[in-house]
């Protein structure tokens, strides 16, 4: 737990916080493919589109948001005396 917690204080120090936890995400789909090759537990259908559905969710939640950036001027400029 030491050295995951060294990591994580160095991706906050170095990157963006929100993509870090974006990021976190995947955790799951690690621990799932991780079982399979040790274990050799087979992976079923619906684990699979369980897997996708994490990693698409994860590069949403990575991806920086600017559509915010025009509603908010108008705002101000409607708010202006």
Not at 33 to 54: E, S
């Amino acid at each position: 737990m030491g050295i995951a917690f060294v990591f994580w204080s160095r991706a906050v120090a170095r990157g963006s916080a929100a993509r870090l936890g974006a990021l976190s995400y995947l955790t799951p789909l690690l621990s799932t493919l991780c079982v399979y090759f040790a274990l050799g537990k087979p992976i079923t259908g619906a684990t699979w589109v369980g897997m996708a559905l994490i990693v698409g969710g994860s590069a949403l939640g990575a991806r920086p948001w600017r559509a915010a950036a025009p509603r908010r001027r108008a705002l101000d400029a409607g708010s202006a005396p």
